[in-house]
């Protein structure tokens, strides 16, 4: 062969060779994008348009492309369908998203069979990673939040605690762990309400709240319309100024903040993002998150927790070269530590949880605008709820 016609096949050789590892990688993203919770899912899209603008879609040569399916509420049979969907027929990778407890524990028996890992968004109770060794999480849990939220009421010197939270997996996990940190440090909770999810009517909780005698409550209900409705009937029921309000960022939600007007200034709460957490990184972020939605207004913490895990996914992508190894993109993002839009963060490599810094915060008014301002930081908090 002519060593000219030698190097030109060669060449095309090395384009037909690149033009095949160059492919699309799907990721399925299960959330709330109708209904009563569909700013929850908004805040996923949100936050992974953010990540591709400030990113690109691409890891190597690989293109990512994101398959958004519907979960209105927590149903559980519908989870595991859903997930079933994209991982058969749509083909997906990775699998991401997921607002409500019950619908990880619902998809987390489907992963191994699938080689397939799951990042969660947001689905906060710490049994949840231990269903599946391929489940990742990128939020927080409620034992981080409410132990702090106990740390901080013992050393204020809140005495006695009525607890209050919904019923299901996160308000239970709440539950245990406010009284066991509480208790341990001398306070006294004096009585424990378990809400069904659907309460809307928050006038009959008061009325016990104000009944039992206690200096403070403790609240966790999944943010939405119920944590609006809870924090509304608080000051409604005329309990602000008289019971002091302690619970989980959960409750005070930024997009919900215009709502409640001045009558949340004051309200103590503990979480891992703050829209006004003052860094670089989160200047950036809520620019481009804020821009994603249309409405900057609207921007909650599901969406930070979506934007991570589009890093961690693409860290997975990275590792195996864009080949469906589950446990293999598992293992490479166990103990990876970056700086998110929250702060210092990193993936336990025991809980397969965050590691990052829980923040009290106060809603403030700044520049004429209610925030959640935090005033006080409990670094390295890992979930505490992992062993328990
Ligand atoms: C959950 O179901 O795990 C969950 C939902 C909403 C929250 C927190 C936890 O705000």
Redesign the pocket.
């Known amino acids: 062969m002519k060593s000219a016609l030698r190097i030109a096949l060669a060449a095309v050789a090395t384009v037909l060779a690149g033009a095949a590892s160059a492919a699309t990688i799907k990721i399925g993203v299960i959330g709330p994008m109708s209904g009563p919770f569909a700013l929850?899912g908004k805040n996923f899209k949100a936050g992974i348009d953010a990540y591709f603008a400030l990113n690109g879609e691409k890891v190597g040569n690989d293109t990512l492309e994101v398959i958004y399916r519907d979960l209105p509420e927590?149903d559980p049979a519908r989870a595991k369908t859903l997930a079933q969907e994209l991982i058969v027929k749509d083909k997906v990778q990775y699998l991401g998203g997921i607002?409500?407890?019950?619908d990880?524990l619902a998809i987390a028996p489907l992963l191994e069979q699938g080689n397939v890992p799951l990042v969660i968004f947001?689905?906060?109770?710490s049994a949840i990673t231990q269903k599946s060794p391929l489940i990742v999480r990128t939020s927080f849990t409620?034992w981080q939040t409410s132990a702090t939220m106990a740390t901080v009421a013992a050393e204020q010197k809140v005495g006695k605690v009525i607890t209050t939270v919904s019923d299901?997996?996160?308000g239970v996990d709440a539950e245990n762990a406010f009284k066991k940190t509480f208790e341990a440090a001398g306070g006294k909770v004096v009585d424990s309400i378990r809400m069904p999810l659907r309460t809307n009517d928050f006038a009959p909780i008061m009325q016990r709240v104000r009944d039992s005698g206690a200096d403070a409550v403790f609240a966790?209900?999944?943010?939405?319309p119920p944590?609006l409705g809870y924090v509304k009937a608080f000051n409604d029921n005329g309990l602000k100024g008289k019971i002091k309000f302690l619970a989980t960022g959960?409750l005070t939600q930024e997009s919900d903040l215009p709502a409640l007007g001045d009558a949340a200034l004051g309200l103590l709460t503990t979480f891992h993002y703050s829209v006004a957490h003052p860094s670089e990184v989160n200047k950036a972020f809520v620019a481009a998150a804020g821009k994603a939605l249309g409405n900057p207004a609207e921007l909650t913490f599901p969406a930070v927790g979506a934007y991570d895990g589009m890093y961690v996914i693409a860290k997975m992508i990275e590792a195996t070269s864009g080949k469906q190894d589950a446990a293999k993109a598992v293992e490479a993002v166990k103990g990876l530590a970056w700086e998110s839009p929250r702060g210092p963060m990193k993936i336990d490599p025991k809980t397969r949880s965050p590691i990052e810094t829980i923040y009290l915060r106060e809603v403030k008014k700044e520049g004429g605008k209610l925030v959640n301002a935090e005033i006080a930081s409990h670094p390295d908090t890992p979930d505490l709820g992992f062993d328990q």
């Open positions: 929850q927590a607002y409500f407890t019950p990880a947001n689905a906060a109770t409620l299901y997996g996160p966790f209900l999944p943010s939405g944590t959960d």
